[in-house]
């Protein structure tokens, strides 16, 4: 019954979807930088673009449980959310590879999760409350 519970509460479930749209990010940002264009802005658009909308489509039914039909509304204030959380991600991102010499994975991974706190708050209490 505990276990149940944990896995039930929204946090949890929100971490739980933020990993797996962050691996996918992280993914297909690194595939984008490979194979399609070397510049780390692009490939970042690229893969925040794909996991922003995964992330809504998550979060909306299963992590908040939200059926309301404003569907618009609440994207368009997703969308602020991750607009503002992907200045945050790219500022990062470029700090730890162009200053502090990280290498482009880690460099990913610090900036999704410098974000995701952030994102769980603004969502929670403003967009799918």
């Not at 739980?16 to 595939?31: D, P």
């Not at 194979?35 to 995964?54: D, G």
């Not at 997703?78 to 945050?88: D, G, P």
Request: charged content about 15%; some cysteine.
């Amino acid at each position: 019954m505990a276990l149940k519970r944990v896995v039930n509460h929204s946090l949890v479930q929100y971490i739980f979807f933020a990993v797996l749209t962050s691996v996918i990010n992280v993914l297909v940002y690194l595939v984008s930088y490979k194979f399609l264009i070397q510049s780390i802005i692009i490939c970042n658009i690229i893969a925040y673009a794909l996991s922003i909308t995964l992330s809504f489509a998550f979060n909306k039914k299963i992590v908040f449980k939200n059926n309301d039909k404003k569907i618009v509304k609440q994207f368009i204030n997703f969308l602020i959310v991750k607009f503002v959380s992907f200045i945050i991600d790219s500022v990062v991102l470029i700090l730890c590879h162009k200053v502090l010499l990280i290498n482009n994975f880690w460099s990913k991974i610090i900036s999704n999760c410098s974000t995701t706190a952030n994102n769980y708050f603004w969502q929670k209490n403003k967009v799918f409350k």
